[in-house]
């Protein structure tokens, strides 16, 4: 009897173990156009790594909106960034505060820096913000090698970083969704920046919590903690922030409806297009699952449109059609497809 109830409590220990969230390209990449409708909250200590943790921000006080737009980075050099790259290479706008930079492959997610008025913060080599697939106890660990850029004058960054799936359990959220197997990714950073003669030691760690079927962390927790060789009160400072990512359902696992700038992420509707990069002409592959009127254009990562195809009428299932592009300069775009009020789009490169 006893060798029949620990056969049990195994097996399912390895079901909690298999019900944790797996992060993954397909699933978590970023995508250019999405925008972030997050919502800042009160902070609240995250306590230990571990499994089967519980987090409840149920009852934290919400504080203001905050958006997350990821247009396409085409100009903005950062570090050694290569802007020729067929990688997809983002320039994410923070609430208008800063505007971070990230290299997406089908492996990696790669962080070269940030923008924040006249101040710059790159790296020589970019910190690996994340691996694809990342799971429970997976880590990356690499050094930080940059510069602090302010008003042209240029100081050097020297530190480590750290990023671990470090726990995984259940979360509720202010808007009265909880999610479990949700998986915690901690990203801990210690690094030296000069600036003019003072010396600044940096620690920070971002918290950020995946819930199975939400493309973006629900929650985002950032620590931060400054301090300088000055001895002065005003060259410590400590910090902490929390947002949250408010979703169309309750339901655990659910899909989540994220809304986007030039893309809405759900199962109704799917793009694909080829030949990418193109020439002449471009091809679009349209699934619907319904019939719908549907307009179709090219706009470029600012959002102008920059050429009209006209009015569609599609069916329910896979419609194909030939757009031709002859007129395009060379460069990055969106092609782009109005379904009944909501855009949905694919980015696109003309050779």
Not at 97 to 107: C, G, L, P, S
Not at 225 to 242: L, W
Not at 309 to 328: P, Q, R, W
Request: negative net charge.
């Amino acid at each position: 009897m006893r060798k029949i109830y620990t056969a049990i409590v195994l097996l399912f220990a390895a079901a909690s173990l298999f019900a944790q969230t797996k992060l993954t390209y397909k699933n978590n990449g970023l995508n250019i156009g999405d925008v972030r409708n997050m919502k800042q909250i009160e902070y609240l200590p995250q306590g230990d790594g571990g499994a089967n943790q519980v987090w409840d921000f149920s009852k934290a006080k919400v504080l203001k909106d905050m958006a997350i737009a990821q247009n396409a980075n085409v100009a903005t050099q950062v570090g050694n960034l290569d802007l020729t790259s067929r990688n997809t290479l983002l320039a994410c706008d923070e609430g208008g505060e800063k505007t971070t930079y990230f290299e997406i492959t089908n492996t990696e997610k790669k962080y070269w820096g940030l923008t924040s008025g006249n101040v710059k913060i790159e790296f020589n080599a970019p910190v690996v913000d994340l691996k694809f697939p990342f799971a429970y106890q997976d880590m990356i660990a690499g050094s930080m090698d940059g510069a602090y850029v302010d008003n042209g004058a240029s100081y050097p960054i020297t530190g480590n970083y750290f990023t671990t799936a470090d726990a995984w359990g259940s979360l509720t959220l202010p808007d009265g969704n909880t999610y479990n197997g949700v998986l915690r990714i901690k990203v801990d950073k210690n690094y030296q920046q000069l600036s003019g003669g003072t010396t600044y030691t940096i620690h920070t760690i971002r918290y950020q919590y995946y819930a199975e079927g939400v493309r973006y962390p629900v929650l985002i927790v950032l620590e931060n903690e400054i301090k300088s060789d000055c001895n002065c009160a005003c060259g410590s400072s400590k910090s902490e922030y929390a947002y949250y990512l408010p979703v169309s359902k309750a339901e655990n696992g659910a899909k989540a409806i994220v809304s986007t700038k030039d893309a809405i992420v759900n199962n109704d509707v799917k793009i694909n297009v080829y030949p990418n990069p193109f020439h002449e002409s471009l091809s679009a592959n349209v699934v619907l699952s319904a019939d719908a009127e549907a307009n179709i254009d090219i706009v470029d990562a600012a959002g102008r449109k920059i050429k009209d195809f006209g009015e569609y009428n599609l069916v329910s299932g896979t419609n194909d059609v030939n757009l031709e592009t002859g007129d395009l300069v060379q460069g990055h775009y969106f092609l782009r497809v109005s379904v009944n009020g909501v855009n949905y789009a694919k980015s696109v490169f003309k050779k």
